[in-house]
T-cell receptor, first 112, second 113 residues
Framework: GIQVEQSPPDLILQEGANSTLRCNFSDSVNNLQWFHQNPWGQLINLFYIPSGTKQNGRLSATTVATERYSLLYISSSQTTDSGVYFCAVERQGSSNTGKLIFGQGTTLQVKP | GAGVSQSPSNKVTEKGKDVELRCDPISGHTALYWYRQSLGQGLEFLIYFQGNSAPDKSGLPSDRFSAERTGGSVSTLTIQRTQQEDSAVYLC???????????FGPGTRLTVT
């Protein structure tokens, strides 16, 4: 099956710093989503981005589908950005059910 | 409702007991998914429902796990004869179509003692 690898596994930032999280995937995809899992376990949708670039406030994401990677940029980080960031992909294919395959996540800690 | 809801939020059960977990998807969403997140692990796909089509059960880890979706809306995940390795957070997601944006519920934290 498709492999999804995220890096780095752990990241510690000082408040105000910028960061880039990476997601590599091993096959063509129909869908790619970035999620933030907050300390209470809730998965929050950040981006639906199978290709191209999107921005939402201090966050932006870029997916280069032909090279099978996506990047999540966090600028001017805040303590509330702490948590685990997951990349998840939906493999391309006529029989696929739309199920998402998740990476192992990047655990981000932003210190005040 | 405004989002995906799940109940109970927490469940503690004794090894060998059966448990039922419930998911209420967003109204009008035809696709529904169950995932499991074990401690320190990523999210593992369990089962998928789409309208009246046969479900994709390919992710269920054993025949102790089953799920149904009644009337194309509410879904119940049942685990029979629970084992300690079943302890995890069980998450439900729904989307308008199978290729749509997936919205996740808050999860049910299951602890098997």
């Amino acid at each position: 099956g498709i492999q999804v690898e995220q890096s780095p596994p752990d990241l510690i930032l000082q408040e105000g710093a910028n960061s880039t999280l990476r997601c590599n995937f091993s096959d063509s995809v129909n869908n790619l989503q970035w999620f933030h899992q907050n300390p209470w376990g809730q998965l929050i949708n950040l981006f639906y981005i199978p290709s191209g670039t999107k921005q939402n406030g201090r966050l932006s994401a870029t997916t280069v589908a032909t090279e099978r990677y996506s990047l999540l940029y966090i600028s001017s980080s805040q303590t509330t950005d702490s948590g685990v960031y997951f990349c998840a992909v939906e493999r391309q294919g006529s029989s696929n059910t739309g199920k998402l395959i998740f990476g192992q996540g990047t655990t981000l800690q932003v210190k005040p | 409702g405004a989002g995906v809801s799940q109940s109970p939020s927490n469940k503690v059960t004794e090894k060998g007991k059966d448990v039922e977990l419930r998911c209420d998807p967003i109204s009008g969403h035809t696709a529904l998914y169950w995932y499991r997140q074990s401690l320190g692990q990523g999210l593992e796909f369990l089962i998928y429902f789409q309208g009246n089509s046969a479900p994709d059960k390919s992710g269920l880890p054993s025949d102790r796990f089953s799920a149904e979706r009644t009337g194309g809306s509410v879904s119940t995940l049942t685990i029979q004869r629970t084992q300690q390795e079943d302890s995890a957070v069980y998450l439900c997601a729904s989307s308008l179509t199978r290729r749509g944006y997936k919205y996740f519920g808050p999860g049910t934290r299951l602890t098997v003692t």
